[in-house]
């Protein structure tokens, strides 16, 4: 497969590897946060830590969507199943999310409401035209990557005057996520950031400027295969060696500074910020979510129905917040690996395969116990 | 949901849509999200949407990259230093 | 001079005919369907008894029963069909506890509705399979329900077989050291399944690996090798089987992830819908797990059979009191090769 294989080639990774290890000031460690799923998934399906010297940290960030999601989004949407008997449709990752009352939005299938997986926004706008006598709704969540896909969707049903489409708003910021993790009393011990993938293609590296300027931490863009990863990884050690911070692009075959104008531009159009909005795992965050401008009101499910969003506190024993931060790692939480499993996930961090939690869970815990 | 793949355009189809080809493997997806997509271009694809184009000569530099000797290497054979 | 023929029955419309809540009564539209449809295809002496159960030879040794159940959707798909599947399923099933298949028993639920020329096709791939396999089908149930309670047709087949003296295999059999071998290419009939229902469509398609392994078994056991496991790594694909191994003796595992194959197609569709072929479903692929010194020998033995010319050594047992299957990746770093975490792919197998 072409642009896959070759960034995955063994002996390149040797290469890469034997740089970092070289070029790491054996002085001091090098703590490196990714908020990527798909850089968290690199890591751990390619054993990557295996090839970086011990020195070497990767912390799992905020950079799954299902994860920072909160458990009360999560119940909206089962309450809009069940008690409207919508077609709640959605991307296979939210189905397994345990929420409230011991639901979950596949439970709450099992019991009868219509919720249906699906691939692309495109899916659930067909699923629309083909139940005109229903009304469906699409629980709209992830970041910058995801959020055009969902412009489109509104802006086509609206031109076709679909008057059953309508979604459930829980498009998130990356920058913002950034911002909630860094801005912490007494700063964080995080020293660099592999800044996501696919969210870099739509809104260019740009938006990275003001972390490297005012908390003087590099960034380095990097691609979603392992050797991408890697060589972000020598990037950023370079310029930690160097006491330099700037925004830094790997992945330059598809990110440019100003990104994708004509996604931005129609995110612009259909969406406009809210000015609060609760993340799992990090509190309430300012200018952190969209939701739909007046014009787009209509399609708002949460004004079309009643279904206000209802907060849950989070176990009192997860420790979700200082693991997102890179306070804490997944196995010094207490309730890690016993209580808290990928079968029964207690916070956001074990919920989704990409969590930090469920990564090591899954790929990591062997070393543990090695 | 990070799942991205790049893919190569096959054919247009329908205003908006074409047909994208991954080792073989064929999908109708929306161009709706970028513009002046070609038949041979390769684009990243996302949940059913091509997001942006993929710069060929771009890869190739960053193959290169990853080929490179490291710099303290490069020093030290600069200065003949083992 | 009567113009009524006696005795006539109308024969059944397989051209356009459905399945109705008559054919499960047990009357005579029923006992129509048995022999026009299922016994005519079947066509065996202990089908040919006609009684409610077979009436079966003497066992020239130790018995192995094993069942299986066939959901999968679509009914027919590139390289098979829920016909062939569920004969060949339960021919490894029998096949991997290292016993000669030897009979078949199917059972049929069948939904109110179903075209009569799909449940044909249907029953003559069975017969087709059984008839290649040598494993005759010898007794069966219908069942008829109504409208919507259904999927079209589910199949539970049952294989009986026996296994010669001296042959003893397990799933709690492997010990430290013993190699892990593989028959071939993994994914393949998962992604089969799978690509047709998120339509994908390829340039070389996906076919089902779906196939009847009790030849190879065969020629394996003959050869000698100390074999301690086998096994077919069906729903939950290669992943899922080794972890109940490795459970099972109480062992960890090392595989290699260079050696273990996958087609081109299979893991370009893999990367279009997000899986990972280890965990995707195979019906024509087994694991076996032998002692080192004999791993060469098994190899070789695979590799000259047509159903396993690309088998390779994944990995080898290791001692490990937590039992986990770790895998070293074509990046030189390691990973666990975990249990699915519940992850639900569709009907499939």
Request: proline share 5%.
């Amino acid at each position: 497969m072409k642009y896959v294989d070759e960034f995955r080639n063994g002996e390149l990774a040797k290469n890469i590897s034997a740089n970092i290890t070289r070029e790491a000031n054996p002085k001091r460690t090098f703590r490196l946060m990714e908020f990527c799923g798909g850089h968290t998934h690199a890591i751990s399906r390619y054993g990557l830590a295996d090839l970086l010297p011990p020195n070497v940290r990767m912390i799992h960030g905020p950079g799954c969507p299902v994860c920072v999601l909160p458990i009360g989004r999560v119940d909206q949407a089962i309450r809009l199943a069940r008690e409207q008997g919508v077609i709640l449709c959605t991307y296979a990752d939210t189905v397994r999310v345990p929420a409230s009352n011991n639901l979950s939005l596949m439970r709450a299938k099992a019991s009868g409401a219509d919720v249906r997986m699906i691939y692309s926004t495109q899916d659930a706008l067909k699923i629309a035209r083909d139940n005109p006598d229903r009304e469906v709704v699409f629980l709209a969540i992830g970041f910058e990557t995801t959020t055009p896909p969902t412009a489109v969707a509104v802006k086509q049903a609206a031109a076709e005057g679909l008057k059953n489409f309508s979604i459930l708003c829980d498009h998130v910021l990356t920058p913002a996520a950034m911002h909630a993790i860094l801005a912490v009393e007494g700063g964080v011990a995080i020293d660099g950031f592999v800044g996501p993938a696919h969210v870099s293609t739509v809104i260019g590296s740009k938006p990275y400027e003001p972390f490297a300027d005012d908390y003087n931490k590099p960034v380095v863009i990097a691609g979603f295969e392992p050797l991408d990863v890697m060589q972000a990884i020598l990037m950023l050690v370079r310029q930690i060696n160097d006491g330099r911070a700037a925004v830094e692009n790997e992945f330059i075959r598809a990110v440019t500074r100003e990104g994708n104008v004509k996604a931005q531009e129609l995110v612009a159009e259909v969406f406009e910020l809210r000015e609060t909005f609760e993340w799992r795992g990090l509190g309430s965050v300012p200018n952190s979510a969209l939701k739909l401008r007046p014009p787009y009101a209509a399609f708002d499910a949460e004004l079309k129905f009643a279904v206000d969003y209802v907060a849950v506190q989070d176990n009192k024993a997860c420790e979700c917040a200082a693991i997102l931060r890179g306070q804490k790692r997944p196995q010094e939480c207490k309730i890690f690996g016993t209580v808290c499993t990928p079968e029964n996930p207690i916070g956001s961090c074990m919920v989704s395969s990409e969590g930090a939690c469920a990564a090591h869970y899954s790929y990591g815990r062997f070393r543990e116990s090695a | 949901m990070c799942l991205a793949i790049p893919a190569l355009i096959e054919e247009l189809t329908t205003p908006g849509n074409a047909i994208v080809n991954l080792g073989g493997v064929r999908k109708e997806i929306s161009l709706a999200l970028i513009s002046d997509a070609a038949v041979g271009d390769y684009v990243i694809v996302h949940v059913g949407y091509a997001l942006q184009k993929l710069d060929p000569e771009e890869a190739q530099r960053t193959l290169e990259m990853f080929a490179e000797m490291g710099q303290i290497d490069e020093l030290r054979s600069e200065l003949g230093v083992q | 001079m009567s113009t009524v023929k006696p005795n006539y029955a109308r024969a059944l419309d397989i051209k356009h005919g459905r399945v109705d809540m008559s054919h499960g009564s047990g009357g005579r539209a029923m006992a129509q369907l048995i022999t026009e449809l299922f016994a005519s295809a079947f066509n065996n002496e202990y089908l040919a008894q006609g009684n409610d159960g077979a009436l079966l030879p003497q066992a020239a040794g130790r018995l192995v029963m094993a069942t299986d159940s066939h959901v999968v959707s679509p009914l027919f798909f590139a390289g098979g069909d829920i016909g062939c599947l569920s004969v060949h399923g339960t021919i490894n099933d029998v096949a991997v506890m290292g016993a000669k298949p030897l009979y078949l028993s199917a059972s049929f639920i069948l939904e109110e509705g179903y075209p009569l020329a799909d449940l044909k096709r249907i029953v003559e791939s069975m017969a087709k399979a059984s008839r290649e396999a040598g494993v005759p089908i010898v007794t069966g149930d219908t069942k008829v329900v109504e409208q919507g309670k259904g999927d079209g047709v589910f199949i539970t087949t049952t294989g009986v077989g026996v296994v010669r003296d001296g042959i003893n295999l397990s799933g709690d059999l492997a010990q430290p050291g013993d190699k892990i071998l593989l028959s071939g290419t993994i994914g393949d009939h998962g992604m089969a399944i799978l690509s047709q229902r998120e339509g994908l469509t390829f340039s070389a398609p996906i076919v089902s690996d779906t196939a009847a392994l009790h030849g190879l078994v065969a020629a394996m056991l003959d050869s000698g090798v100390k074999l301690r496991v086998l096994r077919d790594p069906t729903r939950g694909g290669l992943a899922t089987t080794l972890n109940e191994i490795a459970k099972q003796s109480g062992v960890g595992m090392m595989l290699q992830e260079s050696a273990i194959a996958v087609n081109q197609p299979v893991e370009a569709a893999c990367e279009f819908l997000g899986l990972d072929p280890l965990y995707v479903a195979n019906e024509g692929k087994l694991i076996a797990i032998c002692a080192s010194e004999d791993a060469q020998r098994l190899l070789a033995v695979m590799r000259a059979h047509p159903l396993a010319g690309a088998a390779s050594i994944i990995g080898e047992v290791l001692e490990d009191s937590h039992g986990f299957v770790q895998m070293t990746t074509k990046l030189g770093g390691r990973r666990v090769v975990d249990w699915l975490a519940g992850e639900q792919l569709p009907r499939i197998c």
